[in-house]
């Protein structure tokens, strides 16, 4: 299994560009989720999924959308990107019955200027 | 979900045993203790949970105080490989919203 996998690894985009971030799990996990890390802090929650087809929103979903189509992929868009949204992207999924235990990919570095 | 205290960093020597406090004062019965660590740069990891009997993995002990106001994971030889952040996380089995709510954590450094 490859596990959770994002792509790309890093990325710098100017104030106002749109892009999308990559997220894709081969564990036929229900749930999915977005969480962003600024500098020295914890985790926040963008967006989340239990299933295809089913979003919601979480903490910090301004500036962002989220789609579900199939089990395996769950991409983030920018729509607008800000340097507020520098930070680090998290995806992780889980079972739905077990949401206490996610598995993170390793991240997306975002810089906007 | 219940707040958690965590010292901010505490250092171990190799091959001795970490143990990692955390404090959840205003804890509820229905709310289990989560241990997550985030070794730098990467994902945050899932460790161990418990409610209120203690647990052992293969990562990791957690033992949870009779009263469940506190708590602590024990890493029982710590290598190099284990310095890393950890969260002390509770919150029920499950919410409507599925969050992990990650504060600040505990910086473990493992010292050769």
């Known amino acids: 299994n490859a596990g959770v996998t994002q792509t790309p690894k890093f990325q710098v985009l100017k104030t106002g560009q749109s892009m999308t971030l990559q997220c894709a799990q081969d564990?036929?996990?229900?749930?999915m989720s977005w969480y962003r890390q600024d500098p020295g802090m914890g985790l926040r929650l963008i967006h989340y999924?239990?299933?295809?087809?089913?979003?919601d929103q979480g903490e910090v979903p301004n500036g962002y959308n989220v789609s579900r189509s199939t089990t395996e992929d769950f991409p983030l868009r920018l729509l607008s990107a800000a340097p507020s949204q520098t930070s680090v992207y998290f995806c992780?999924?889980?079972?739905?019955?077990?949401?206490?235990?996610?598995?993170f990919g390793p991240g997306t570095r975002l810089t906007v200027t | 979900d219940a707040k958690t205290t965590q010292p901010p960093s505490m250092d171990c020597a190799e091959g001795r045993a970490a143990n990692l406090p955390c404090n959840h004062s205003?804890?509820?019965?229905?709310?289990?203790v989560y241990w997550y660590r985030q070794i730098h740069s990467q994902g945050p990891q899932y460790i161990i949970h418990?409610?209120?009997n203690n647990e052992t993995n293969e990562m990791a002990s957690l033992i949870i105080t009779e009263d469940r106001k506190s708590s602590t994971l024990i890493l029982p030889h710590a290598t190099l490989r284990d310095t890393a952040v950890y969260y002390c996380?509770?919150?029920?089995?499950?919410?409507?919203?599925?969050?992990?709510?990650f504060g600040s954590g505990t910086r473990l450094q493992v010292q050769p």
């Open positions: 992780a999924s889980s079972y739905l019955r077990a949401t206490y235990e996610q598995y």
């Open positions: 564990m036929n996990h229900e749930y």
């Open positions: 999924s239990v299933g295809a087809g089913i979003t």
């Open positions: 205003t804890i509820s019965g229905n709310e289990y």
């Open positions: 418990g409610l209120k």
């Open positions: 996380i509770v919150r029920v089995v499950d919410t409507g919203r599925r969050a992990l709510t």
